[in-house]
């Protein structure tokens, strides 16, 4: 049933004498009522609004600034939370204006503690990332009214036609947004999706599902939500489907076909080829995994390391960089000689390190493949771009290189920042940081401020622009590896440009994505603002993955989920990293 509709006014009763009595007590209590009515962003950045004029009004008078530096005095609790050095300008985006904003710690005096004009600034900061992460939650109510209303219970939102597209039938948005939910405090949501997912949820259909999408977004979904809220539903769940895709393995060469039908417990490559993609057999490790592990069944772990066991021996590697497709009769690469880190071997390179980490970083033979390939992508396809010098990676095809980068690629800094973290060499995070700040670039130098699907680089002399993108691959699909990467950048290095530049996206998804009724939309051209084209389509991964990591990002919390405790699959869903005892 769907909630009753928001008014837009407010009434007013006039007492029984029909005189209206204009009473100081009155006026309170209506700007009061005004006051609540406001939602919870509209109040912080109107809080954050009137502080930040006040500041501004003291650092234009010296007077006043010396009076806060001396003189203004406050109680022990606030100056103890107030007493840290913090980057006025990583707060306000702008440079150092010449105030001197040094934090001295001089002391107190009488007894009492002196809060300085520095010291105001953690109180902003604070407000800053809550009108952040408010901003995220109403960006996910917007996109979940539009889903509820129009929707409801299916696969994806058609957020200009007020409709919906199916693909397998089984509510995947609904269900890819289970975790983010309960991640951003959404309790009214999260239960009525909990309750479709109790009441209505089966997949006992005569209905084929893609392998890797089934499990990265379904069995994945119901596995890290079934963890972070420990209500068993989610695993019997995650239990049912598992067991329904392991028909995929059915093969002679144990590389499992791409689909399968869930219903009939059958499995077949597509009708165009006999391969599956790389990324798309090697990305199902990580849930699989899981799957054994809470189960006890060791069937669903069994099958998918054979997979990893099969492509680590096997030929037509160039450096540790594998070829895009593998046929599923006789278990050897095809269409060899193609490198990419873009689509269809992206998450390959990705789930080689989650493994490892997984597993309590016990499973040496993951990580010299994972080592092997980031040195391989070092020598074969990193090369830098005309004018700007911004780091990139291309393809290679049959030894000729192409500077072409999917924004897909754009995971790569955030795994590189998760193996430095973890111990791996102290050179990859500076790889990191320089491509960081290219996948922001692909951002920054479109006309809308939102990447393009593909981009190609200059490296010809007398360039003046780093990015060109062609005319097919101008859109936006609303993607999440930029914020990924920004939030593993931050919570690593805790440098406020990363959060500034995700806000950045964010707006930009406001203004040229953001559907009146309801929803986001993928767009056709990002480098025409006037108009961007709408595509009429809601990806579930922009409720799974592009808000969740903004939201992670703009939160200066880092226990929440905490990073040396849980892992992201490929589709944001955390899941637990193992004791080094199992």
Not at 319 to 339: A, R
Not at 446 to 470: C, R, W, Y
């Amino acid at each position: 049933m769907l909630p009753p509709s928001r008014r837009d006014f407010v009434s007013l009763t006039l007492s029984e004498s029909g005189s209206y009595t204009n009473s100081k007590q009155w006026r309170r209590q209506s700007c009061w009522r005004k006051w609540k009515q406001l939602s919870r962003l509209q109040r912080s950045l109107i809080l954050f609004t009137l502080m930040l004029l006040l500041v501004c009004g003291i650092a234009t008078s010296p007077t006043l600034i010396g009076h806060w530096r001396g003189e203004i005095r406050g109680p022990p609790v606030l100056q103890n939370r107030l007493q840290t050095k913090t980057n006025v300008s990583g707060l306000l985006g702008v440079e150092n204006q010449g105030l001197d904003l040094k934090n001295e710690n001089k002391g107190s005096e009488g007894g009492k503690p002196i809060i300085r004009f520095d010291q105001m600034f953690p109180v902003f900061l604070f407000l800053l990332a809550e009108s952040r992460l408010e901003a995220v939650r109403e960006a996910f109510r917007h996109a979940w009214k539009g889903y509820k209303n129009f929707a409801w219970g299916h696969d994806e939102l058609k957020p200009i036609s007020n409709s919906y597209g199916e693909w397998f039938g089984l509510g995947l948005t609904l269900i890819d947004a289970l975790d983010t939910m309960w991640i951003l405090g959404l309790k009214e949501e999260f239960a009525e999706a909990r309750e479709w997912v109790a009441r209505e949820l089966s997949f006992n259909k005569n209905v084929d599902v893609n392998l890797f999408e089934s499990t990265i977004r379904i069995l994945g979904g119901l596995l890290s939500t079934y963890h972070l809220t420990g209500d068993s539903m989610f695993l019997e769940k995650a239990k049912d489907i598992g067991s329904r895709l392991m028909p995929a393995f059915n093969t002679a060469s144990k590389i499992p076909y791409s689909d399968v039908n869930i219903g009939k417990g059958t499995a077949h490559p597509p009708q165009w080829t006999s391969d599956s993609t790389v990324a798309e057999v090697t990305s199902i490790q990580l849930e699989f995994r899981e799957l054994s592990r809470l189960t006890g069944d060791p069937k669903y772990k069994l099958a998918v390391m054979e997979v990893m066991k099969q492509v680590h021996k096997l030929d037509g590697k160039q450096d540790g960089l594998v070829p895009m497709f593998i046929n599923t009769h006789n278990g050897l690469f095809t269409h060899q000689g193609i490198y990419t880190l873009g689509a269809r071997a992206d998450s390959y390179y990705e789930y080689l390190l989650k493994q490892w980490i997984q597993g309590g970083k016990t499973e040496n033979e993951l990580l010299d493949d994972y080592l092997l390939a980031v040195e391989g992508v070092k020598k074969n396809l990193l090369k830098k771009s005309t004018p700007s010098d911004l780091t990139f990676v291309g393809e290679l095809s049959h030894g000729h290189f192409s500077p072409k980068m999917d924004h897909l690629v754009c995971f790569l800094p955030g795994t590189l920042a998760l193996g430095a973290h973890y111990g791996l060499p102290t050179d990859h995070m500076e790889l990191a940081k320089q491509l960081m700040e290219t996948c922001y670039q692909m951002y920054a130098q479109m006309e809308t401020g939102l990447s393009p699907e593909i981009a190609h680089f200059n490296m010809h002399e007398g360039s003046t622009q780093d990015v060109d993108v062609k005319i097919a691959d101008r859109h936006n699909l609303l993607r999440p590896e930029t914020v990924e990467s920004l939030f593993y950048m931050y919570r690593f290095t805790e440098d406020k440009k990363y959060q500034q530049w995700g806000w950045e996206i964010l707006q930009n998804f406001n203004k040229y994505t953001r559907v009146p009724t309801g929803g986001y939309t993928s767009i056709n051209n990002v480098r025409d603002p006037a108009n961007p084209n709408p595509r009429d389509k809601m990806e579930s991964f922009f409720l799974g993955e592009t808000l969740k990591y903004f939201y992670l990002l703009f939160s200066n919390d880092p226990n929440l989920i905490s990073l040396d405790k849980y892992i992201f699959n490929t589709e944001a869903h955390p899941l637990p990293i193992w004791p080094q005892a199992e």
